[in-house]
């Protein structure tokens, strides 16, 4: 990689050196080859450290450089597209949702987080809530982690003795929700930073790009359970069908 000069170019420097970078990456370095370390590139292109970091930063969250613990920053490979999720009217733990069991636990109410405790409303109050965790795998690599919250109120039918933790309480938890009437859902998509068990469970560094997608079940009665999913925004991307439901995609990286 050559040097170029920024100091007259008008745009940002960090985003005409995201400009410059990213052409060196098609030009001079293979998939998963590690980069220079952030001393070398800054001293290469006449940069502070901060620019260059605000410029792979950039990159990282378009898909093109990955993060890796005890390795550092790589190329990252080409991605195809696979559909993961998308915003159909079912109850979690359907057949056909793609997502695994890893575990579930019951708590107070006051556990989960004020957020959370808002949009599940009265339904919540003063009562356990079971956490059940998922998370979502496409083509042998994590791409998202779910915490599923459902108040005892919505699955008054589980029983202790047939659940008494772990994914097995999980199942039952997800069975429960089966038999009630889904009325309809809605979603919300927002961009945020990775907390420290979404980050390893998603081989992420804590702190990274990701998207937090919040969906509330309803039915009759109200609010039934709450799902907080968080997509590696690295390699997942939003889609809006015709209808307007917006669908998560996540472009699997290939080794070319």
């Given at each position: ?81 696979v559909a993961v999720g998308s915003a159909g009217q079912s109850w979690p733990g359907e057949s056909t949702d793609g997502w695994e069991v890893v575990d579930a636990d019951v708590t107070d109410a006051a556990l ?145």
């Amino acid at each position: 990689m050559g040097t170029t000069q920024l100091e007259t170019v008008p745009e940002p420097k960090y985003w005409h050196l995201k400009t410059v970078l990213s052409e060196a990456l098609d030009q001079d370095f293979a998939v998963g080859e590690v980069l220079p370390n952030e001393r070398e590139l800054a001293a290469r292109f006449g940069v502070a450290r901060a620019t260059l970091r605000q410029a792979l930063e950039q990159l990282e969250l378009e898909g093109r450089l990955q993060r890796r613990r005890g390795v550092g920053t790589t190329v990252a490979p080409p991605r195809v597209g696979v559909a993961v999720g998308s915003a159909g009217q079912s109850w979690p733990g359907e057949s056909t949702d793609g997502w695994e069991v890893v575990d579930a636990d019951v708590t107070d109410a006051a556990l989960p987080s004020a957020a959370v405790l808002k949009l599940l409303g009265a339904v919540a109050a003063d009562q356990p809530v079971h956490t059940v965790r998922r998370t979502r795998v496409s083509h042998g690599q994590a791409v998202a982690a779910e915490l599923l919250y459902v108040p005892a109120a919505s699955v008054p039918g589980l029983s202790a003795i047939d659940a008494p933790a772990g994914p097995a309480r999980a199942r039952a938890v997800l069975r429960e929700l089966q038999r009630l009437a889904l009325d309809g859902q809605d979603r919300s998509v927002e961009l945020g930073s990775a907390r420290a068990d979404d980050a390893k469970e998603l081989d992420r560094l804590p702190g990274a790009p990701v998207l937090v997608v919040t969906t509330r079940y309803f039915t009759a009665a109200g609010t039934a359970a709450v799902s907080v999913a968080t997509y590696r925004a690295d390699t997942c991307r939003l889609t809006f069908a015709d209808s307007g439901d917006v669908e998560i995609t996540h472009e699997a990286r290939v080794a070319s």
